[in-house]
């Protein structure tokens, strides 16, 4: 059974940093391609960052570029999103997924599996 395991959110100030992880079990994680997105209230689920198998690419959704980075731990089976100069509007719930070919993977409907997701709140 695939899992996909998120920690390290929690409430930050303006400013601050978190980083995310994604522990993932069940499946042979290194064919994987890696994303992050987030929901807010009321919003549909974004994506937020994505990370190729090899680690070698990654993406990112304009309005986190420059102060998120995704990175891929294949030895731990776990991916990282190191969050900086976090504001306000990043506040959302964070989920990792995983995806089994690299198509369109901007898109959520892209990922095979997804995590439960973990709370980030980011107060001014």
């Known amino acids: 059974q695939v899992q996909l395991a998120e920690s390290g959110g929690g409430l930050v100030q303006a400013g601050g940093s978190l980083r995310l992880s994604c522990a993932a079990s069940?499946?042979?994680?290194?064919?994987?391609?890696m994303g992050w997105f987030r929901q807010a209230p009321g919003k549909e689920r974004e994506f937020v960052a994505y990370i190729r198998r090899s680690a070698g690419s990654t993406d990112y959704a304009d309005s986190v570029k420059g102060r998120f980075t995704i990175y891929r731990d294949n030895a731990k089976n776990t991916v990282y999103l190191q969050m900086n100069s976090l504001k306000p509007e990043d506040t959302a719930v964070y989920s990792c997924?995983?995806?089994?070919?690299?198509?369109?993977?901007?898109?959520?409907?892209?990922?095979?599996?997804w995590g439960q997701g973990t709370q980030v709140t980011v107060s001014s």
């Open positions: 997924a995983a995806a089994g070919k690299e198509l369109a993977l901007r898109s959520r409907y892209m990922y095979d599996y």
């Open positions: 069940g499946l042979t994680f290194s064919n994987f391609y």
